[in-house]
T-cell receptor
């Protein structure tokens, strides 16, 4: 089946530093990737949509200069949290979409990255 | 904003069917309904999706009303491992890579 690998699964960083999270589709090519953020006891909130080779589209209220998204290939997207602060601590989840997998596995989610900023 | 509303929580006895309702009264004609579930601190897991017709797979059945304003996810024989938050989602945007906007979901507790 379709597998999306997200790395790292957890990370602790100091306030003011930057953190990069990788999202890879292992056995399919993803035309579109999505990044979500989830705070404790809350639902997933869509942050941005990215297509390979083009700039990401950010949801309203999400700072594009703080959350840098790069979709360099059909199998890799990265999210960089720049100048992280404690309020950026959250669970970040990526999702990869492939029309080739269509009906059954159109949207596959990674296992998430727990970011803690201290 | 999410286009779906679900009960906040539900309980189900192990071995019984779990029926999870979802309202999506503003759904458009070409918008699909997706169901995912999330077990604590993991990524969402795909369950099933449909447009108009009822759907069934090895995990669950999806019943969509004729007017498409609501649907029900059925887990035929719930087990303790089915305890999770279940999200009913209407895909927003065109078919190729439209966005999944999550609502609050239903926290299903399967009890022995």
């Amino acid at each position: 089946g379709a597998v999306v690998s997200q790395h790292p699964s957890w990370v602790i960083c100091k306030s003011g530093t930057s953190v990069k999270i990788e999202c890879r589709s292992l056995d399919f090519q993803a035309t579109t990737m999505f990044w979500y953020r989830q705070f404790p006891k809350q639902s997933l909130m869509l942050m941005a949509t990215s297509n390979e080779g083009s700039k990401a589209t950010y949801e309203q209220g999400v700072e594009k200069d703080k959350f840098l998204i790069n979709h360099a290939s059909l199998t890799l997207s990265t999210l960089t949290v720049t100048s992280a602060h404690p309020e950026d601590s959250s669970f970040y989840i990526c999702s990869a979409y492939s029309p080739g997998k269509g009906k059954i596995y159109g949207y596959t989610f990674g296992s998430g990255t727990r970011l803690t900023v201290v | 904003d999410a286009k779906t509303t679900q009960p906040t929580s539900m309980d189900c006895a192990e071995g019984r069917a779990a029926n999870l309702p979802c309202n999506h009264s503003t759904i458009s004609g070409n918008e699909y309904v997706y169901w995912y579930r999330q077990i604590h601190s993991q990524g969402p897991q795909y369950i099933i999706h449909g447009l108009k017709n009822n759907e069934t797979n090895e995990m669950a059945s999806l019943i969509i009303t004729e007017d498409r304003k609501s649907s029900t996810l059925i887990l035929p024989h719930a087990t303790l491992r089915d305890t999770a938050v279940y999200y009913c989602i209407v895909r927003v945007g065109d078919n190729q890579g439209g966005k999944l906007i999550f609502g609050q979901g239903t926290e299903l507790s399967v009890k022995p």
